[in-house]
């Protein structure tokens, strides 16, 4: 069950329809992202890590919400719910196999639409396996317990560093910020200077050696295989 309250990014740039929706899940405790353009999409969803994600298909701009989803497909597993607005649309979106989970026509119920979104999120709950172990090479990340070894030895992490790692691995190849980075790891409320995140990754490859894939991406941050 993902975690309460659940959040979710709503692309949507017909302002009447977003706020209706925002309203429908935020009665419900939901924790609502709003975004009205396909451009600032990628963006918003990949710093906000929602829960779920509705989509518009037609947005302002040169893409639409199928570009949207296509390209968020790479990186993220994140239920994806489309707004249609005619026939044509959800035969683009069955043929294309984008991975969405769902899709309403428009117009809709709002409240169908919240029902449907707690379905998806449950479905996805009893099939989704959480990740319990990872191993890179010679390093092995137990994440249930906490526990980090290098070929059998177990390596001491302070809790900055292992809440840094745990951040890295539940986001295998994907860049991530210095901002990002911090908020994903050690809470939106972490105050400190963002090269603090530079120290910690320096630590960990010192600690787990050459087999931690860890890149560091020019201008941006870090990557994790
Ligand atoms: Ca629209």
């Known amino acids: 069950m993902a975690t309460t309250p659940a959040s979710i990014v709503i692309v949507e740039d017909e302002p009447d329809i977003a706020d209706l929706l925002a309203l429908y899940f935020r009665r419900e405790s939901w924790d609502v992202t709003l975004c009205d353009n396909a451009d600032r999409a990628l963006d918003v969803i990949r710093s906000r890590q929602p829960d779920f994600v509705i989509l518009d298909i037609g947005l302002p701009g040169e893409r639409d919400g199928l570009d949207v989803c296509r390209e968020l497909r790479m990186t993220s597993n994140v239920p994806v719910l489309f707004l249609t607005a005619r026939d044509d649309e959800i035969?683009?979106?069955?043929?294309?196999?984008?991975?969405?989970?769902?899709?309403v026509?428009?117009?809709?119920?709002?409240?169908?639409?919240?029902v449907r979104a707690k379905a998806i999120l449950r479905r996805g709950a009893s099939t989704q396996e959480?990740?319990?172990?990872?191993?890179?090479?010679?390093?092995?990340?137990?994440?249930?317990?906490h526990e980090v070894t290098v070929d059998g030895e177990p390596i001491t992490l302070a809790a900055q560093e292992f809440a840094l790692l745990e951040h890295l691995v539940s986001n295998v190849?994907?860049?991530?910020?210095?901002e990002q980075i911090l908020a994903g790891a050690w809470g939106p409320d972490w105050i400190g200077d963002i090269r603090t995140v530079d120290v910690h990754v320096r630590q960990l490859r010192r600690k787990l050696g050459d087999d931690l894939p860890v890149a560091t991406v020019?201008?941006?941050?870090y990557r994790l295989g």
Do not use: Q
């Not at 035969?91 to 899709?103: H, S, T, V």
């Not at 959480?130 to 317990?145: A, H, M, N, P, Q």
């Not at 190849?173 to 210095?178: P, Q």
């Open 91 to 103: 035969d683009r979106i069955l043929g294309l196999e984008l991975g969405a989970d769902d899709y």
């Open 105 to 114: 026509t428009k117009p809709f119920s709002p409240r169908e639409v919240v």
């Open 130 to 145: 959480t990740i319990k172990r990872v191993d890179f090479g010679s390093i092995s990340v137990d994440l249930e317990r």
């Open 173 to 178: 190849g994907i860049v991530l910020s210095r």
């Open 218 to 221: 020019r201008g941006t941050g």
